[in-house]
């Protein structure tokens, strides 16, 4: 089924201003990420490297960069990207494929997800190829138009595509990035057009190969058993889940207050980067928590008017992309914290310890903001109709 309208030829219009409701959102979410990683790592940074600090600045080295690469992004012309989209296709698959050489590769916890960049810090290459493989998809779904409903040139080779890009991710191994690289790809493919037997065939396949991915490793069913029933084994494999679950009941509706929470104190695994939000849950409660949940809805709501108010094709995939990816992001990461959904080790988008994550973001956040100031430009003179299309069988 197509949501999307159809492009419009001409000169690309003049540039106006970006949606500050979206800018502003996405600076404090910045700020909020911040403070909830501080508050959540500072009992480990000093434990283990004697630096309360240790964590917050390096979240706030890579926040810097991120929001210069925002600004670049935003200033960017959009079909730019489109023009690169090759380029940057050759880039993201070369990236990924390089941290499975030995010796560039960094293993961390049992996975190797890392790039060693000399003196640099390790970048986590999977992050950046999030949004390259965005603009690639969305670059791509956009001049096939009619012919996404055919099986030769429009699901065949997609698939191979998700294929090929979701197993180097799992080869890392990151089940959880996989998880959401296919399901954003998949619904660009939807909303782009695709056959609905041929979206159905696309969800069969990728749902078969997740069950292969978790039958093939323990920790993986492990995972799985400790959804079912965290209280089979508390002390071991629902002891994640357990204490992430206590910690946000302990939150009550208002929270113990910032830089009280108790589960922080190596209670929670990977509490500053997908625990996160157990911690801050459980210092400003309830309401709290759906204060900075609602800053993620505000977010995608204002990307989702830009999807549906465009001309170009390609701007309405893009944005669609760059919402979807976060949109799932959260949902994988909440649903792990609140059991709802398996762990599968996914961070909290703005909010979790991760620099490449962050940058990546924010700079995914400039391109959206650089389709607003399009979409803003061209309000200003005339609001365009809507066109739909009926679905496609």
Partial sequence: MRFLRRPRTGAMPVAGVPDYVLLFTVLALVLLGLQAVYSASFVLALTVYDDALYFLKRQALWGALGLGL???TMRVPYRWWRLLSP?????????LAAVLVPGWGVERYGATRWLSLGPLPPVEPSEFAKLGLIVYVAAWLSSLRDKVTTWSSGALPFMLLVGLIGGLILLQPDMGTTVVFVLVTGSLFFLAGAAIRHFLLLGLVGGLAGAL?????SYRLDRWRA???PAADPQGIGFHVN????????GGPFGLGIGASR???FYIPGVQTDGVFAVIGEEIGFVGSVFVLSLLVVLALRCFRL???QDDRFASLLVAGVMLWLAFQTLVNLGGVTKVLPLTGVPLPFLSY???ALATQLAAMGIVLNVSRYHEAGLARAQPSLVTEGAQT
Avoid: P
């Fill in 70 to 72: 925002l600004a670049f």
């Fill in 87 to 95: 380029l940057i296709m050759l880039v993201s698959v070369g990236l």
């Fill in 213 to 217: 991915a978790v039958l093939a490793e």
């Fill in 227 to 229: 959804f079912m029933d």
């Fill in 243 to 250: 204490q992430a679950l206590l910690a946000l009941g302990s």
């Fill in 263 to 265: 589960q922080k104190y």
């Fill in 307 to 309: 999807v549906a108010g």
């Fill in 354 to 356: 991760g620099g490449s």
